[in-house]
């Protein structure tokens, strides 16, 4: 059982590329988030998902966009990556029911330059 | 909207010393309150939630509603308990998923 699988755990990108990262949970887990960490200023929720074919926006989701095509896949892609999405990205899952603890992968980190 | 205050950036403290993590909320309704824990090389974990009451690895932490915190305290700090905690908010309904707003952490150092 791997739980949430992210990829990759390194990337550099120069100003103006484009990249996706990789999420993908194997417990049938209906919610999915992504969320960026800062120094002093915790997670932030970017985007999130209820089930497949569902997203929304979280506190900061200008510059991501996502897609939920399965349950198992949430991947966020930088359109246009600039030096402010510096930053290391969680993807994290829960069951939607009720409440359950959120299940989270390693993290990718993220440098823009 | 809501959110959440992590006052202290750094807690160091010496093995077997009480440790309290303060964790202020603000917030119109009423709050499922959380600790999550990042041990070094680790995933970002739930510690506890204030709805189970429970204590785990010798952490309890008590919702005050009067004063809008939720602060976390262990009475004798181990070296394992080293780590960044973070202190999260789930509003209520949660029609819109398990949104969670999180503080800024707060790194904890226990020396020997």
């Not at chain 1, 899952?93 to 390693?106: A, I, K, T, V």
Request: aromatic letters at 12%; glycine letters at 8%.
């Amino acid at each position: 059982n791997a739980g949430v699988t992210q990829t990759p755990k390194f990337q550099v990108l120069k100003t103006g590329q484009s990249m996706t990262l990789q999420c993908a949970q194997d417990m049938n887990h209906e919610y999915m988030s992504w969320y960026r960490q800062d120094p002093g200023m915790g997670l932030r929720l970017i985007h999130y998902s209820v089930g497949a074919g569902i997203t929304d926006q979280g506190e900061v989701p200008n510059g991501y966009n996502v897609s939920r095509s399965t349950t198992e896949d949430f991947p966020l892609r930088l359109l246009s990556a600039a030096p402010s999405q510096t930053s290391v990205y969680f993807c994290a899952s829960s069951y939607r029911e009720g409440y359950s603890p959120l299940h989270f992968g390693n993290g990718t980190r993220l440098t823009v330059t | 909207a809501q959110r959440v205050t992590q006052p202290e950036k750094l807690l160091s403290v010496f093995k077997g010393a009480p440790v309290e993590l303060k964790c202020n909320y603000s917030y119109s309704g009423s709050p499922e309150l959380f600790w999550y824990v990042q041990y070094s090389r680790q995933r970002l974990q739930l510690l506890l939630r204030h709805i189970s009451r429970e204590s785990i690895k010798g952490f309890t932490a008590d919702l005050n509603k009067g004063e809008t915190s939720f602060h976390l305290k262990k009475p004798f700090a181990q070296e394992e308990d080293s780590a960044m905690y973070y202190c999260a908010l789930s509003g209520r309904p949660k029609a819109a998923g398990n949104k969670l707003t999180f503080g800024g952490g707060t790194r904890v150092l226990v020396k020997p």
